[in-house]
């Protein structure tokens, strides 16, 4: 494997981290339900696609922080992670 595909895998699997935590973070502090119960109220209730769109704010600060690095390769992975998260979004909004 290309050293360059390794660092964007990397970078990949740093921005999903991020987005989940960014979303447990947001679920944690602003729901007054617990994890699961939030989760299965945003299903219900079709707000699945904001609880995920929230988490991937995390994926900003993850973005420049590897900027400022001069990670590039791993940069990249974190927009191809919001890129997915954003895949995830419009699937969760019309399926």
Same mark, same amino acid.
């Given at each position: 494997?290309?050293?360059? /595909?390794? +660092?964007?895998? /990397? $970078? %990949? /699997?740093?921005?999903?981290? !991020?987005?989940? !935590? $960014?979303?447990?973070?947001? /679920?944690?502090?602003?729901?007054? =339900? *617990?994890? +699961?119960?939030?989760?299965?109220?945003?299903? +219900?209730?079709?707000? =699945? $696609? *904001?609880?995920? !769109?929230? $988490?991937?704010?995390?994926? =900003?600060?993850?973005?420049?922080? =590897?900027?400022?690095?001069?990670?590039?390769?791993? !940069?990249?992975?974190?927009?191809?992670?919001?890129?997915?998260?954003?895949?995830?979004? %419009?699937? *969760?909004?019309?399926?």
């Amino acid at each position: 494997m290309k050293p360059h /595909i390794k +660092e964007i895998l /990397i $970078g %990949l /699997i740093i921005g999903l981290a !991020a987005n989940m !935590a $960014g979303t447990y973070l947001y /679920i944690f502090f602003f729901s007054k =339900l *617990s994890f +699961e119960s939030t989760v299965q109220a945003a299903l +219900e209730n079709d707000f =699945l $696609g *904001s609880l995920i !769109a929230l $988490g991937a704010v995390l994926n =900003l600060i993850v973005f420049f922080i =590897l900027l400022k690095k001069n990670q590039y390769y791993r !940069a990249r992975g974190v927009v191809l992670a919001t890129i997915i998260a954003a895949l995830a979004i %419009l699937i *969760s909004k019309f399926f």
